[in-house]
């Protein structure tokens, strides 16, 4: 699998997604309720590609890319096929994180408070999930201590939305639990894809790392690889991420679990390598999620968290099924 | 305060706040033991006349909408705890009035502390609550959802004929259809277009009071033109695309803690205010068919002029 021609082919594959995404980007800005195209003529036009269009497509690649690297990131760092962000509590940990800087009134005062937020409570989510399961705990203890962490985090949210009296607490309820891109603007742009930015060059310094885990442990020490230093980025990479993804567009699953195992089988098992193009195949199945949502039914109001859940259970499903014997006691 | 001294006992079960509420604004002891001789007797009395009709002395509301309208057309001594929300200003149009009234939180358990002979709701959120007090013999009335005007008339009939308060109730709806003739009548021509935009991109289409509100001061409602019905979710996008005439918003953009309401601060829309009339109309005017819906249609009838003495 590592010959020189299968990197080859593996490289063109990451090159071939990254063009995707250019095409699913720019097909996401033409696309709008107000009809094909780069916006109506005149002001009005301007003001929907820059103000609506825009942001929503910025977020929809950075918010994709964020969670198919970071589950790419998770499986290869935990070794395990069902890490990812929303299944283990991050997502939920960083919707807590973004609640409470929103209803403690603290964002409003400071408005960075709110991706920080978000990037605090998915680091505590995190910490808390590897610090139940164990570094190398198997696929169900990981499981179960990201079920814990993630039930904690939604009974938060909702103590949270109940105490601050919120007449809309059952409307921004569905806001944190299912996701959503509509009618975003610049201003969530600039407060969380810097944060985005330097997370996911974070997770993409340690491909080699990844690669050299998957000899083992001591193999990989004797490679050089600094096994603190590792998990460090991964932690800060994975919070600094997906925190800030959360933190304007709420949850999102399932991604971070499809888009590697979509893409495994046409790079194998080489971490280094299925980062980056998970980090192409995330956002190109945002962004087409969302440009599906606005073809089928612009009226209905599905939200992309339900569309990628709608999707993502079922493979959740057969993923079980897959690993059943690993999993049977 | 009369109310609290009618129900010591359940002060007493209550314990907590009520009590504490009694302990510091009831009167003596000695009044409050002849209030209680006083209830005794009247006990008495009854059971020994022959079945009459009261009207009802304790009654529970456990709907933002039915407790405004008892507030205003009961006397206070007669209403024995009504939801948070009236007094809360951010939802109720008369906070002020509510202020002091016992509070329910709407369990069965916590209304039947009451005791009360008259339970008002809504038709929505309680069901269970409802299903359950009439299992135990309680009068309930629910009292229809107001849709339009004339539902804002039958919710105050409603509500006077079940607290047996029949001449404030035509008080208040003679009053009412006063103020709306007084209002000065929408003009010939194109109906100038408005759209009743709120938290989280929703609006109010046709069935909705603010629907009702927007049609009674001559505006055509925006929402009705898409796909929806009562209220529904629009797209910034398509606001910005084809602007109504009015922009009306439920409240200051500031007044929302929460970020579903996120599309209120949106660059886009801060553009659009810029360029087109738009207006803040409380929702507390017309989240309820009660009279107060009046304000809110005067206030669109204002903006209405304004629009037609120098039109964009």
């Known amino acids: 699998m590592s010959s020189p021609a299968a990197t080859n082919v593996a490289g063109r594959l990451v090159a071939g997604l990254a063009g995707l995404v250019l095409f699913a980007f720019v097909l996401s800005l033409a696309l709008g309720p107000a009809g094909f195209g780069f916006g109506p003529a005149g002001e ?50 960083a919707a807590l994180g973004a609640v409470l800087t929103i209803h403690l009134g603290i964002a409003q005062t400071l408005a960075l408070a709110l991706p920080i937020g978000g990037l605090l409570g998915a680091a505590i989510a995190m910490l808390g999930v590897v610090a139940l399961a164990g570094i190398r705990g198997g696929p169900i203890t990981l499981i179960l201590a990201g079920l814990a ?48 930015l330097v997370g996911m060059g974070l997770l993409l310094l340690v491909g080699r790392a990844l690669d050299a885990l998957t000899l083992g442990e001591d193999a990989a020490v004797s490679l050089g690889i600094d096994a603190r230093r590792t998990r460090l980025a991964i932690v800060a990479g994975t919070a600094l991420s997906v925190g800030a993804a959360t933190a304007v567009t709420g949850i ?78 | ?99 002091g009234i016992p509070i329910t939180h709407g369990a069965a358990e916590d209304v039947l502390g009451y005791d009360p002979d008259l339970i008002l709701a809504g038709p929505f959120g309680v069901s269970s609550t409802v299903t359950l007090l009439r299992r135990l013999n309680r009068n309930v009335v629910i009292v229809p959802l107001a849709q339009d005007l004339d539902g804002v008339r039958a919710s105050i009939r409603a509500v006077a004929i079940a607290i047996d308060e029949p001449t404030r109730g035509e008080a208040m709806l003679k009053a009412f259809d006063q103020r709306l003739t007084s209002l000065s009548r929408p003009h010939d021509g194109a109906a100038p277009t408005a759209i009743v935009y709120q938290v989280g991109g929703i609006v109010s289409a046709s069935g909705s009071l603010a629907d009702a509100a927007l049609s009674a001061s001559g505006f055509h409602n925006l929402a009705r033109d898409y796909p929806l019905s009562r209220s529904g979710q629009v797209p910034l996008e398509l606001l910005v695309a084809s602007p109504p005439d009015l922009l009306v918003l439920a409240a200051a953009r500031t007044a929302y803690r929460t970020t579903a309401a996120d599309n209120l601060r949106h660059p886009a829309l801060d553009n659009l205010r810029r360029t087109h009339a738009s207006l803040e109309l409380p929702w507390q005017l017309w ?24 039109p964009r």
């Open chain 1, 44 to 93: 009005a036009g301007s003001l929907i590609f820059w103000e609506i269009r825009l942001p929503r497509a910025l977020l929809g690649m950075l918010v994709g890319a964020t969670l198919g690297l970071s589950g790419s990131a998770l499986q290869g760092y935990l070794r395990n096929p069902l890490a990812e962000p929303s299944l283990i509590g991050i997502s939920g940990g």
């Open chain 1, 149 to 196: 962490v993630s039930a904690t985090a939604t009974a938060l949210i909702s103590l949270a939305l109940n105490l601050s009296q919120n007449p809309f607490a059952s409307i921004e309820m569905v806001y944190w639990m299912m996701g959503s891109l509509a009618d975003r603007s610049l201003t969530q742009v600039w407060l969380s894809g810097p944060l985005m």
């Open chain 1, 252 to 329: 999102i699953g399932f991604v971070g679990l499809l888009v590697p195992h979509a893409l495994r089988p046409l790079i194998g098992h080489r971490p280094g390598l299925l980062l980056p193009a998970s980090l192409f195949g995330g956002a190109i199945l945002v962004l087409s999620a969302d440009i599906a949502l606005r073809l089928i039914q612009p009226w209905a109001d599905v939200r992309i968290g339900v569309l990628t859940a709608l999707f993502g259970a079922p493979f959740f499903i057969w993923l079980v099924l897959k690993t059943r014997s690993e999993l049977a006691p």
């Open chain 2, 1 to 99: 305060m009369g109310l609290v001294v009618v129900g010591p006992n359940r002060a007493r079960k209550r314990g907590g706040k009520t009590l504490q509420r009694w302990l510091t604004v009831g009167p003596r002891k000695g009044v409050r033991v002849s209030a209680r001789l006083g209830l005794l007797l009247a006990v008495v009395l009854a059971a020994a006349a022959p079945a009459r009709a009261e009207p009802p002395r304790r009654i529970v509301s456990l709907d933002l909408c039915t407790d405004q309208l008892l507030i205003e057309l009961a006397p206070p001594e007669r209403i024995a705890a009504v939801t948070h929300l009236a007094a809360d200003a951010s939802v109720s149009a008369i906070p002020q009035k509510a202020k």
């Open chain 2, 287 to 310: 989240l309820c068919g009660t009279p107060h819906i009046v304000d809110a249609i005067e206030r669109l009838s204002t903006a209405r002029e304004r629009l037609r003495a120098a």
